[in-house]
């Protein structure tokens, strides 16, 4: 069985930072036969892939490029993502997910975890 497990969400003031952590189980993030990522969703709004892991490849989306760091800490089978220089239009709520790379569309799911940034 597969599972993916956010932590590390909370509140904070612009400005500020945050570090997200997934665990997962059932895949090794060091197998670069999974594509692994980071997606955000906003109320009424579909989820936005923000950082991924594609073959091996780090890939950012514009509205978080440059604040955002993606990194992997595979002895502990984690997936990470560094957030600095928060905004309030970064409140959301955040997923992890992970799919074999051949496969279309992602299919492992975290629980997702609250950032809330406030002005």
């Known amino acids: 069985q597969v599972k993916l497990v956010e932590s590390g969400g909370g509140s904070v003031q612009a400005g500020g930072s945050l570090r997200l952590s997934c665990d997962l189980f059932g895949i090794r993030v060091s197998d670069s036969n999974y594509c692994v990522g980071w997606f955000r969703q906003y109320p009424r709004a579909d989820r936005e892939r923000i950082a991924a892991i594609i073959r091996g490849q780090t890939t950012y989306a514009d509205s978080v490029k440059g604040r955002f760091t993606l990194s992997t800490d595979n002895a502990k089978n984690t997936l990470n993502l560094e957030m600095n220089n928060l905004k309030p239009d970064d409140t959301a709520m955040y997923f992890c997910?992970?799919?074999?790379?051949?496969?279309?569309?992602?299919?492992?799911w975290g629980q997702g975890t609250q950032v809330t940034v406030s002005s």
């Open positions: 997910a992970a799919k074999p790379c051949r496969v279309a569309a992602y299919n492992y």
